[in-house]
């Protein structure tokens, strides 16, 4: 089956990158394919050539909160700056990165421009993988 642009960035968006931990997922170049491991309970295709996917939010690195902190810091005013904050600190950065309407804190069109970032960096962690694949599978 060929791997998807959704299947990459759906595996990537929600990769816990943590082999040791949760799993991790991973791109198998005999299978040309998109599996999930974990120590716990390792796949057969760990024995054979593979590598990891990258991660949009690799469990335990607080990326997406960094990136979201960067991000309204650049682009709101300071008052609104300090309502997500105050938020954060009673329910958490990432529920404070979230539409108001599933418990978050932001409103539609703050939702849209951080969901605009999100999807940027997801192409982008995209594009260096299928970047792997293609060397992978010996073509330029």
């Known amino acids: 089956m060929t791997v998807t642009d ?8 929600n990769n816990p990158a943590q082999y ?13 394919t998109i599996y999930f491991t974990s120590a716990s309970q390792p796949d057969p ?6 590598f990891p996917l990258p991660s949009l939010n690799p469990d335990g690195s607080q990326r997406m909160e960094q990136a979201f902190k960067r991000f309204i810091k650049r682009r709101w005013p ?11 600190l009673r329910r958490g ?9 599933g418990g978050g804190a932001l409103e539609d069109n703050e939702s849209e421009e951080w969901q605009y970032i999100i999807n940027r ?13 293609a060397a992978a599978n010996g073509e330029n």
């Not at 950065?93 to 309407?101: G, H, R």
């Open 78 to 88: 300071p008052s609104r700056q300090e309502e997500l904050e105050r938020f954060a």
């Open 45 to 50: 295709k760990d024995a054979e050539p593979w």
């Open 121 to 133: 960096e997801l192409d982008r962690l995209a594009c260096e993988v299928r970047k792997k694949i």
């Open 20 to 32: 040791h931990g949760d799993g991790e997922y991973r791109y198998s170049i005999p299978h040309q």
């Open 6 to 13: 959704r299947m990459l960035t759906g595996a990537i968006a």
């Open 93 to 101: 950065w990432n529920l404070a990165m979230e539409l108001k309407y």
